[in-house]
């Protein structure tokens, strides 16, 4: 029974629904359909399109359902069973017609549209309108994303509600009034928010379409698959629409407990890579100038060099539980080693352990729920918005509730409007923290952010984003300050199943659920499901295996489901790594950068043409189905693994994905983590090691791989590499805003233009990390953050003038 | 830009006039301040309205095109405005209509005279239905005014007249009037 | 089963039903009736078409041929791509894509227009349900029926062929070959 009921009847029958609950909603709980536009269940009631007007009795006009609450012993009709009802229904649909140019048969909504679908239930059937109807240009491109055609367009308002209620993004309006108003973007401005497909998804007629599907298919040439997003940790649900084994959209599909009903632009348009002219679906052996292969010929060949050799593992963050399971046990029981990593560089303390224990230990971590629910959020390390942007929007949905929302970060994040923010140089967040777990008394930012997560009950939430672990307490102390307010804890890792390669323990010293290789007791619990773990040192990370690979001390390095030329932050020590490897096998999906180093290609399958699961950052894993045929022969990772398995004359245990589930779930069951000593002793004062500190983190929209042949999507919302810095540093360095500098570290030296914006912290320059124009880990060595020095390019020297970045090293001067 | 120097200290005027937290409440007197400058709301005015209130160009420019009052169109220094709504068209307002036409020559169709004198566009109701056909010069009310009074009016601006209103202050353009209405001049009540 | 229902054995028997079978004439007068009409039909004239040697005209409004995409009186096509025709195809006979006209020199009328259209005639049934979904008159049923393939590859019917008016009856090769 709901908390307040409220009985009311509809249609002579008789539900009890929480107080609160819109007619519209009790309606759908009786199974009664009242037709609708304008309401949407994630949007604030309007009233703006009138279609679903019901008679209430007692009341003299009919009313729109949609915005009247229930009350006690009320008593509704609907076109059912009133006809004032449903006669105001048909003249409103007949109305909403007049104008609308009835061109269905070229409309990409025509088939799945709700203008097209209530006319045929509940419309008139003839229109009496005979004069000419409304004329607008069409379609207008709002950005290079939406098109805009405003003679489809019934002024339902869910497009304008959505960028005020839900993105924050408010460039869509409605203009102008009466027969003359429209929805509109202002003059010379661009739809340029991260979640614009949303209002396409919403539109209930063909108003708003998506430029990359602009009339590539009707939905009746569709079939559509469940999957979860791959492109960022935020485990959107989605439904992948394919016409003749090609991608060709991707929609949000509702999960309440995720992504509500909503998904980001790169979700929404990045889907052409699994398509894209790189993609490999047969081995290919460098010896054979990268003829076509079979497993059969290429595993024995591998198997030999794995037996024979040191091998390391590195991976990116985008393959599947079971792969990552796979790999775990492959490397630990059959190849012998520690050596494999899925991070890209050091990440370090106790909050990764933690958060590997939680992807079974529900208990400790924080969900999409908790954060919606949460009186208090402080975000450290982390910009939402372009790393895990349906989080961003989730935090957006808790400070509408009235949360308060603290952040910690370099740069100034979206969420600068309801939130405060607290600009602080990358590396002195520890210091932040610091104050803030004292409880520092006063009217600073960490007094306040202090005093609100205690006051929260046990209901408040800190969220870490991975930049912030690589100081090697950081994440210790981010989690201090949680269990000293009381507050959860949630670490949110970037890439799409970081989590799930944690929790598997694709990791130099964890291994499945958590469990510490190096203590006894805890690896025994493993040992006794996977038998004897070869090796009983803690391996390399991926920068010791980077470091290993350049010094000639492995022989055979496999990268799988990464690029670490672009990803790994130290792209001189790759290249290096790389040339130095004596066989580098690259499990992937295409060829990518790695083409020249590479000794052998496995086609691995991508997600669109795999069964498996992923888990989101919260720990949350969830199973995704193949929406195709896998091409060509390639296949699932953890196939793969269980064949070089059998080539090397061992077995891993299983060959079905059943098998491979049942024994999975015995060692990622639940448990409870022991407690651990917190080591954090105090931060100490702030020191100030040097002048400028340069930071770097991926935008959401940049070159990576996922992106490839989203070509609308890059010219809506990519931006060309720059650099950001403040004014005040900027003014000592007598630079002006946009002008070419010349940003040098130890590592490397690239030219970008310049932003002065208060927008990033004093004594920082920030520098996006895969931009066109400049791969940001040609300035660093290791770490996402360097020391750098900053000038302006002389006239003589343009950007020409300066070779390669990457390979151009030098001294910082 | 269009708010600097003294118009600046203008704009800043208007903004204390409303809490920190409302200071999207200004929005209609600033686009006021801005019609007052060219005699319409220029695409760079609706910018830096939107910059001065932290809210975007296209909450701003759906204001100003909500609203009548405001012209997102070049202007003439007076603007004609006619009632023909029903009232006044039953009392023979498109004769008025059509003489203000006549008179300052703005062509069918258009709004704008060639010589940039007058704008001359039909009003929705002027709420003087009493006073039909009602016509507004400037935001001044002309009560029942005919053709001929139309053409006299006309006359009248084009000589440098101030023609005085049925009711409240008279202004000599339509900048005059919209710098008023920004709450910026002392206005002498009727 | 209910009580009052009578069993089949309860049920009176049809006594007409026999006499009727006894009614039938005696076995010779069969014979002759029966060789009667086969010497009816012997002596009707001949029905056979002489086809290929002589090919009849097919009645007036006969859509019992290939399709044919029209034109506009202007020359633009009248086909939008908006691939109702491929939807209604019980046999998933048609293949179209659509794209964007060039509004400078557009296709169609509008903002659509077929990029590609295929016809499968291995698959197709003429049904005709296709012309039927047309919504603009673009896809009709021509009475041109000679469609002979040696080949898979020739049976699909390209947009270009489709916009073709159909030649005269005759003129295939195959048929010229029967000749």
Known sequence: MPVDPITLTIDDKEVTVPKGTLIIRAAEQLGIEIPRFCDHPYLAPAGACRQCYVQVEGQGKLQTSCTVAVAPGMVVRTQNTSDAARQAQVANLEFLLLNHPLDCPICDRGGECPLQDQALAFGPGESRFIDAKRVFPKPVPLSPLVGLDRERCVLCA???????????????????????????????????????????????????????????????????????????????????????????????????????????????????HADAPGRITTPLIRDRGLEPASFGEILPWLAERCRSGRVAFLTGGRLMDEDYYALSKLARTVVGTNDLDHRRAFHGGLAEVVAAAAVTDRERSVTYRDVEHAPVILLVGLDAEQEVPILHLRIRKAAARGAKVFVVHPRRTRLHDVAEHLPTRPGHEVFVLDRIREGVDGESFEARAAAALRGAGGSGVVLVGERLAEHPLAADLALAVASKTGSRFGYVTRRANDRGALGAGVHPSLLPGGRRLGVAGERAEVEAVWGSIMASEDGRDAQEILQACADRLVDVLFVIGADPLRDHPDAALTRRALANVGTLVVQSIELGDLEPFASVFLPAAPAAEKDGHVTDWEGRSQRIRPVRDALGISRPDWEIFAGLAAAMGSDLGFETLEELHEEMASLLAPRAMPERPNVWAGAGPPQWLDDLTLFTYPLLVDEGRLSDGAEELKAALEDPAFAEMHPVDAEKRGLADGVDVRLTTAAGDATVPLRVTEHVAAGSVFVPFNQPGLAANSLLSGRSTASVTVAAVDEGSGPEAVPDAALATGPAA | MVFEGPLRADADSILARYPEDHRRSAVMPLLYLAQSVEGSVTREALREIGALLQITTAEVEAVASFYTMYRLRPTGTHVISVCTNLACKLRGAEAVFEAAHEATGVAHGAELSDDGLFTVHEEECLGVCDFAPAVQINFCSHDTVSPERMRELVAGLRAGEVPSPARGPAFDSFKAASRALAGLEEVPSA | ???????????????????????????????????????????????????????????????TGRHRLNRHENGLEKCIGCELCAYACPADAIWVEGEDNDPDEPVSPGERYAKDYQINYLRCIMCGLCVEACPTRALTLTSYYEMAFTSREEAIWTKEQLLEPPPPLGTDPVAREGR
Request: glycine share 8%; hydrophobic share 35%; aromatic share 8%.
């Open chain 1, 158 to 272: 869910r497009c304008t509600r959505f960028c005020d209620e839900i993105s924050g993004d408010r460039f869509l309006e409605l203009f102008a009034r009466s027969a003359g108003e429209r929805v509109s973007i202002a003059a010379g401005e661009d739809f340029r928010s991260p979640f614009s497909g949303n209002t396409i998804q919403i539109c209930p007629v063909g108003a708003l379409t998506a430029t990359p599907y602009r009339f590539v298919a009707r939905p009746f040439d569709l079939t559509s698959g469940d999957s979860v997003c791959q492109h960022c940790s935020a485990g959107c649900n989605v439904r992948v629409d394919v016409r003749r084994g090609e991608v060709v959209r991707v929609l949000a599909r509702e999960n309440p407990d995720v992504n509500d009903a909503w998904i980001c632009d790169k979700g929404r348009f990045a889907y052409r």
């Open chain 3, 1 to 63: 089963m209910s009580g009052t229902s009578p069993t089949p054995e309860d049920r009176p028997v049809d006594r007409a039903a026999d006499r009727a079978v006894d009614r039938r004439p005696a076995g010779w007068w069969a014979i002759v009736k029966g060789l009667g009409t086969v010497f009816k039909q012997a002596f009707r004239p001949d029905n056979t078409e002489q086809y290929p040697k002589e090919i009849a005209p097919p009645p007036e409004r006969a859509h």
